[in-house]
């Protein structure tokens, strides 16, 4: 299993990225994918991923900025970052977990079994 994530870089506050994660080895449309960030210094936090019904869920920091999306046929996720701001500097990871995992555990990291190995974000103000 490989999660290949890519399309980071750096950026002005206000711009904008797309990352994506492609995933192999795993039956694509039987998981969910999602993303995470790491800040220096800081603890792994959940931004965005896409629910059973295909209800897209978001952190609080990110929803109306961010949106995350999927293409089953190409196995890879993308997570769209417009208006970006500088505390949103972080390494970012692609995840992916079984669809098995319940609602109320879809933001924790530990719901993933399966990561990407990250992708550097930087936001200059």
């Known amino acids: 299993v490989q999660l290949q994530a890519s399309g980071g870089g750096s950026v002005q506050a206000g711009g904008s990225l797309s990352l994506s994660c492609a995933a192999s080895?795993?039956?694509?449309?039987?998981?969910?994918m999602g993303w995470f960030r790491q800040a220096p210094g800081k603890e792994r936090e959940f931004v965005a991923t896409?629910?059973?019904?295909?209800?897209?869920y978001y952190s609080d920091s990110v929803k109306g900025r961010f949106t995350i999306s999927g293409d089953n046929a190409k196995k890879t996720a993308y997570l769209q970052m417009n208006n970006l701001k500088p505390e949103d500097t972080a390494v970012y990871f692609c995840?992916?977990?079984?669809?098995?995992?319940?609602?109320?555990?879809?933001?924790?990291?530990?719901?993933?079994?399966?990561w990407g190995q990250g992708t550097l974000v930087t936001v200059s103000s």
């Open positions: 896409i629910g059973r019904s295909g209800t897209r």
């Open positions: 080895g795993i039956t694509f449309s039987n998981r969910f």
């Open positions: 995840a992916s977990r079984p669809s098995s995992v319940i609602l109320s555990q879809l933001r924790a990291a530990s719901a993933y079994d399966y």
